[in-house]
């Protein structure tokens, strides 16, 4: 993996999406310019932070970490194996089995299967807001 963070382009930005950010009106004018806060757009909030990200703060005041096996884990994925000599991880959660490569050149490769073996989904997914929003499409969690 070469980075733990990436600077987002403000379509990424949705309710639900999680992201830190040293802007001064996020992380608190009292604290120091290089701590990054954790947040999450909600719906009260996007509108304002939307604006603020576009009229006041720069684009490197915010960024995301990219997909990881913590975040994997945290939205209910049970890690069950490593695939011999690679970076490929895979997860269950009832009937699904998600593989994650987390050292594919930064495209974040993840299948997500059916236990029948159908495929429901192969792409990228940089981040846990994407694999939240995109388990709940699959229906994987209501």
Request: proline content about 1%; hydrophobic content about 30%; charged content about 25%.
């Amino acid at each position: 993996m070469k980075d733990k963070y990436y600077i987002p382009t403000i379509d990424e930005f949705h309710v639900g999406f999680e992201c830190e950010s040293n802007y001064v009106v996020i992380r608190g004018a009292n604290s120091k310019l290089s701590e990054y806060k954790h947040f999450i757009f909600t719906e009260d909030n996007i509108s304002y932070l939307i604006e603020a990200y576009i009229n006041d703060a720069s684009s490197s005041e915010v960024r995301v970490k990219y997909l990881d096996r913590e975040d994997i884990e945290s939205l209910g994925w049970t890690y069950y194996k490593t695939h011999s000599g690679t970076t490929t991880n895979e997860f269950e959660l009832g009937e699904y089995t998600l593989t994650f490569d987390s050292d594919f050149s930064d495209k974040w490769n993840l299948t997500i299967d059916f236990e029948n073996g159908f495929n429901l989904f192969h792409g990228s997914i940089k981040n846990k807001s994407e694999l939240s929003k995109l388990m709940k499409q699959l229906n994987i969690v209501k």
